[in-house]
């Protein structure tokens, strides 16, 4: 059974930093892509950043390239997401979600429970 | 980046009715287009993905059709489990994989 849990979410100030992760089970991790999506209270969803199954490619919505940093640790089957320069805006639950493939496209059969991060000015 | 919008934003219906949820991409997406339901408190799930492929476990009352720009998620007959909020999902052009803004059933 396919399980994701983040953590590492909490209460930080605008401008400050903070490390979520997502512990992986129930598949062979490096096989496939990983990605957050977020989902600011009563907003919708926003896709925010994915990387490949080895790590070695990296994509970012445009509002958080620069800012965000998604990683990997596929020896211990954890995503990462450093976010830096937090602001208000960025206020919301992250959800680490499996990706279809390889290479971090496609649709999302498998979400975490969500990590609540937020910013405060 | 592609735009998706959904229509309505809101949509009362009664229970045993039927439901037809619009998504329309700024440009054409092929059929790489999913749909998922949301209820409070919980991550989304995955309904439909190739624009008309229930996922597993994933009722025969909720279909979907349409491709490049126009799609349709249709509840044939509306349970109480069904009232949440639907969002639709390009992976066509990526990144960004983008969202609609949802569609809201409620009852009426």
């Known amino acids: 059974e396919v399980q994701l849990l983040e953590s590492g979410g909490g209460l930080v100030q605008s401008g400050g930093s903070l490390r979520l992760s997502c512990a992986a089970s129930?598949?062979?991790?490096?096989?496939?892509?990983m990605n957050w999506v977020r989902q600011a209270p009563g907003k919708g969803l926003e896709w925010v950043s994915g990387?490949?199954?080895?790590?070695?490619?990296?994509y970012y919505a445009d509002s958080m390239r620069g800012r965000f940093t998604v990683s990997r640790d596929n020896s211990n089957d954890t995503l990462y997401l450093h976010m830096n320069r937090l602001r208000a805006e960025d206020t919301a639950v992250y959800y680490c979600v499996k990706g279809l493939n390889y290479d971090s496209g496609g649709y999302y059969a498998y979400w975490g429970q969500g990590t609540l991060v937020t910013v405060s000015s | 980046e592609i735009v998706m919008t959904q229509s309505p934003a809101t949509l009362s219906v009664s229970p045993g009715e039927r439901a037809a949820l619009s998504c329309r991409a700024s440009?054409?997406?092929?059929?790489?287009l999913a749909w998922y339901q949301q209820k409070p408190g919980q991550a989304p799930r995955l309904l439909i993905y190739?624009?008309?492929t229930r996922a597993t476990g994933i009722p025969a009352r909720f279909s979907g059709s349409g491709s490049g720009t126009e799609f349709t998620l249709t509840i044939s007959s509306l349970q109480s489990e069904d009232f949440a909020v639907y969002y639709c999902?390009?992976?066509?052009?990526?990144?960004?994989?983008?969202f609609g803004p949802g569609t809201k059933v409620d009852i009426k």
């Open positions: 990387v490949s199954g080895g790590g070695d490619n990296t």
């Open positions: 129930g598949f062979t991790f490096n096989s496939y892509a």
């Open positions: 190739g624009a008309s």
């Open positions: 999902q390009q992976y066509n052009n990526w990144p960004p994989f983008t």
């Open positions: 440009q054409s997406v092929s059929s790489n």
